[in-house]
C-alpha cells in the first residue's frame, strides 16, 4: 500500500524575519506538488497537499528531468498568465483532469512548470532531517535548469524581497529557518508565509442576493473600464456585512437594468440570479494580485468610493496605445 506523504506547510507570519538565521523564497501562487521517483522508475508521482494522485494531469511535468534517479521534491506547478505573473487560475482547468488526452490537450494550450523549492529524499538517502539550508546545496546541484522543473532562487534580505514581490504583483514570500527540518503534514513555525494584498477600484455592474432569499444583498459583480468598455473581473461577497449590505442596497437599488452592463461574457454561474445595475457606483477592493486587468482573487470589499467615478479608472488616451477607454454602456 503506497503511503500517503503530505508536504510541510507554512505558519502565517506578522513580521519579515531578519538575520542570518533566516532565508527567503517567493510565495507562488500555483498548486502544491509532492513529486516522487523511485529507483528505476520512468515517471514521477505527482500528489498534492491533501495526497491524491494527480501525475495524469501534468504529462509536461511527470518525465523526471533526471530520469530514473530516485528523489522526491517539493515544489508549486505554476503557469503564466497574459502579464507574465504566476496565477493560480490559469492552471483551474488543470488541476481536476483525469483523462490523458484533455491532460496532453491541456498542457500544449497552458503549459506548466514545476517550481522545485525542496529535497527530501535522493538516491535513497533521506533528507528530511538534513537542516534545509544542506538540502537546498544538494537541490541547487541537481543541474534541474534545462527542463520544466526549475529551482526557484533564495534570498538572504526578507524586506527586500517582500518590496520587490509586492511591486510586481507577486503573490508574497515564504521566510524560512536555515536550520529547519522538513516534517510531512505539519505547519511548522519555521516555515512563515507572507501574502500581499492589494486594494483596487473597480466599477459595479450588478448585484446578487444571499443564497436562500430575494432582496438581501450578498455579493457584487464588479468590472474594470477599459478600452474595450467594461470589462467582468469577479464577484465580491467577502466583507459585506449587514450594514455594508444596506448602504449598498440603497445606492444600487434605483439603479436597475434589465441587461449585463459588463461588455464581455459573465460566466453562467456568476450571472444566475444577478440584478443588473447602470455601472456607476465604485467600490474598493482588497484582492491578491496588483493589477485590475486580471479576474479577482480571494478579494474583500472595502467601502464604495464616493470621490470616484468609473471615467476616473478608465485609461488615459495619450499613454494608451489601444487608445481611449470606452466610457461604460449606462
Request: proline share 8%; glycine share 10%.
Amino acid at each position: 500500500m503506497m503511503v500517503r506523504m503530505l508536504p510541510m506547510l507554512a505558519s502565517p507570519g506578522r513580521h519579515v524575519p531578519t538575520g542570518e538565521a533566516w532565508a527567503h523564497e517567493v510565495k507562488w501562487d500555483g498548486v502544491r506538488i509532492l513529486a516522487d521517483v523511485t529507483a528505476g522508475g520512468d515517471t514521477a508521482r505527482l500528489t498534492t497537499r491533501n495526497g491524491n494522485d494527480v501525475t495524469i494531469a501534468w504529462p509536461e511535468l511527470s518525465t523526471p528531468p533526471l530520469g530514473a534517479r530516485d528523489l522526491l521534491v517539493d515544489g508549486e506547478v505554476i503557469a503564466l498568465n497574459a502579464e507574465g505573473l504566476p496565477d493560480f487560475r490559469e492552471l483551474a482547468e488543470r488541476i481536476h483532469v483525469r483523462r490523458a488526452t484533455a491532460a496532453a490537450r491541456l498542457a500544449r494550450a497552458t503549459p506548466a512548470t514545476y517550481m522545485v523549492f525542496d529535497l527530501l529524499r535522493l538516491d535513497g538517502r533521506d533528507l528530511t532531517r538534513e537542516p534545509l539550508e544542506r538540502r537546498r546545496e544538494l537541490l541547487l546541484g541537481l543541474g534541474l535548469e534545462q527542463s520544466t522543473w526549475q529551482v526557484p532562487p533564495s534570498y538572504d534580505d526578507g524586506s527586500m524581497l517582500f518590496d520587490a514581490t509586492l511591486q510586481q504583483g507577486l503573490e508574497g514570500i515564504v521566510s524560512k529557518r536555515r536550520d529547519s527540518r522538513y516534517d510531512f503534514g505539519v505547519r511548522s513555525p519555521h516555515w512563515l508565509k507572507f501574502a500581499h494584498r492589494h486594494r483596487i477600484s473597480y466599477v459595479v455592474g450588478g448585484w446578487r442576493p444571499v443564497e436562500g432569499t430575494t432582496d438581501r444583498l450578498g455579493a457584487l459583480l464588479v468590472g474594470e473600464p477599459t478600452a474595450a468598455g467594461l470589462s467582468y473581473r469577479g464577484r465580491v461577497g467577502s466583507g459585506i456585512g449587514a450594514r455594508a449590505a444596506r448602504v449598498l442596497t440603497e445606492l444600487l437599488a434605483p439603479l436597475g437594468r434589465k441587461d449585463s452592463p459588463f461588455d464581455d461574457e459573465v460566466p453562467r454561474e456568476d450571472a444566475r440570479g444577478t440584478r443588473w445595475v447602470r455601472p456607476v457606483v465604485v467600490v474598493d477592493v482588497d484582492t491578491h494580485h496588483a493589477s485590475r486587468r486580471q479576474r479577482l482573487r480571494q478579494p474583500s470589499y472595502q467601502g464604495v468610493r464616493s470621490d470616484l467615478a468609473p471615467d476616473d479608472l478608465a485609461p488615459a488616451a495619450p499613454t494608451d496605445p489601444a487608445g481611449p477607454g470606452r466610457a461604460p454602456r449606462i
